[in-house]
């Protein structure tokens, strides 16, 4: 650390303390998108600054239940360090957590001093540094992040239930849908965190949210869903409940959607998909990139639908994207344009569900875009109608495992996210798949025990 640098760090600490914060929670992505971190007392953050914190690399191959996955550098290497250095222009107080303020980390590979290969965050940066550097283009993302809040019941499934569980209450708010007022403590909270939030409101299902963010700068965006989605799994548990952003954790309702608002700024600040004399509105820009995630979709459903539960969420009527096609304001479609044109001008990616690491779906997303761009790809004409004939388009993967052959295939695709991030993605997803096939579930044991 420079003395420069060293100066700002002091400056922040003493800035800290007269604000009455004795602690900062040092926190990022793994494989997933799980919140890893530490909680540094403020006195020692000049020396964690200048030298990092230590983590087993393995973090980012362990499991949901926490299994480590033999991932190439983790096991294989004798379980080796990374250093997570505190981003401090991410710093935020935590309003419900008095006299804690919470950073980013980023994540540095010791051995090479470069960051991590398989680091989330790391990974974003470098596609966005490559679109720039290839395109002149500045994406800007705004994310739609949907969730389950669930209760506990000794009879429910895992000891839970869903909350407020009634019918019908569809885009209601209030206590109808909400007996307990959770929805407003939590945007209350949000709005006092200062990650974007803009409005909320409960969603299709029983116990089902949807909390919007505003639109930013991709990595800010990326930043802001992360932190969203560790806040309100943190906001429920001090309540006494369970978020999540499981794809489709009941089998009787429908699931939740990560859906991604996509524009992309010029290099005179102007919108680059508005063009009032192109065909619907939109530049030839958009098309290209209207073409890029389509022939790309395939691959990409693995990085926005990463677990073998995301593929029951789609499926004809459910709205869900089933086919790879796109419309204009057509909520049955994949890619739908919205109506605005001008600054307002966008796409609207349906593809992702809500158990998708942000920056991993926003990367990916990208990435497709950037290849639309590269190869001048024009789209096929928008959907007209509603969008679940399957005469009428390819169809998505129907599975985690044929997603993950979509994405291991799609060399131009991994190419640009970097073969060490494709290798490690791909075995640790494969161990997934191959562990759920080997576990028996209630639905075998309904459907076979009594009679066979």
């Known amino acids: 650390m420079n003395p420069s640098e060293s100066d700002r760090v002091h400056d922040i600490v003493a800035d800290l303390r007269a604000r009455g914060i004795d602690v900062v929670r040092v926190a990022y992505p793994d494989l997933i998108g799980t919140d890893r971190g530490r909680d540094v007392l403020v006195d020692h953050l000049p020396s964690v600054q200048a030298h990092g914190l230590a983590f087993c690399r393995a973090v980012f191959h362990t499991t949901p239940r926490g299994e480590t996955v033999a991932v190439a550098g983790g096991m294989d290497a004798g379980l080796p360090d990374i250093c997570v250095y505190p981003d401090l222009d991410t710093l935020v107080d935590i309003p419900w957590e008095p006299g804690v303020a919470w950073c980013l980390g980023e994540t540095v590979d010791p051995a090479t001093g470069r960051l991590a290969a398989e680091a989330p965050r790391s990974l974003l940066r470098d596609v966005l540094r490559r679109m720039a550097d290839e395109t002149g283009l500045r994406p800007v993302v705004g994310p739609e992040l949907e969730y389950f809040l669930c209760e506990p019941d000794p009879d429910g499934r895992g000891g839970w239930r869903r909350y407020g569980d009634a019918p019908g209450n569809v885009y209601v708010a209030g206590r109808r849908g909400d007996p307990d007022g959770h929805l407003l403590r939590t945007l209350r909270h949000l709005g006092r965190l200062g990650i974007g939030a803009t409005t909320g409101n409960h969603e299709y299902c029983s116990g089902q949210f949807e909390i919007n963010l505003h639109h930013s700068d991709a990595l800010d965006a990326a930043d802001r869903a992360f ?220 459907e076979y025990a009594y009679h066979l």
Do not use: Q
């Open 227 to 446: 932190r969203f989605k560790a806040s309100v799994k943190e906001l429920a548990r001090m309540e006494g409940r369970l978020a999540t952003f499981m794809a489709k954790p009941f089998a009787d309702e429908g699931g939740s959607g990560f859906h991604l608002h996509l524009s992309c700024v010029d290099p005179d600040g102007a919108n680059a998909f508005d063009d009032p004399d192109g065909a619907h509105g939109l530049s030839t820009v958009a098309h290209h990139a209207i073409a890029g995630v389509l022939a790309h979709a395939p691959a990409l459903a693995a990085l926005l639908n990463p677990t073998v539960n995301s593929y029951k969420r789609f499926g004809p009527d459910t709205l869900a994207p089933w086919l790879i096609d796109w419309g204009l304001d057509n909520r049955s479609a994949m890619i739908r344009i919205p109506p605005e044109r001008g600054a307002g001008a966008r796409l609207e990616i349906r593809l992702g569900d809500a158990s998708a690491n942000p920056y991993l779906a926003v990367a990916g997303l990208l990435a497709a875009v950037h290849l639309g761009l590269r190869d001048k790809a024009m789209p096929p004409p928008p959907l007209e109608g509603y969008g679940y004939d399957t005469a009428k388009a390819p169809i998505l993967p129907a599975t985690l495992t044929e997603a993950l052959d979509a994405f291991a295939a799609d060399d131009a695709l991994t190419a640009l996210l970097g073969p060490e991030f494709t290798d490690a993605f791909l075995t640790y997803k494969r161990d997934e798949v191959a562990r759920f096939h080997r576990h028996v579930t209630d639905w075998e044991f309904t």
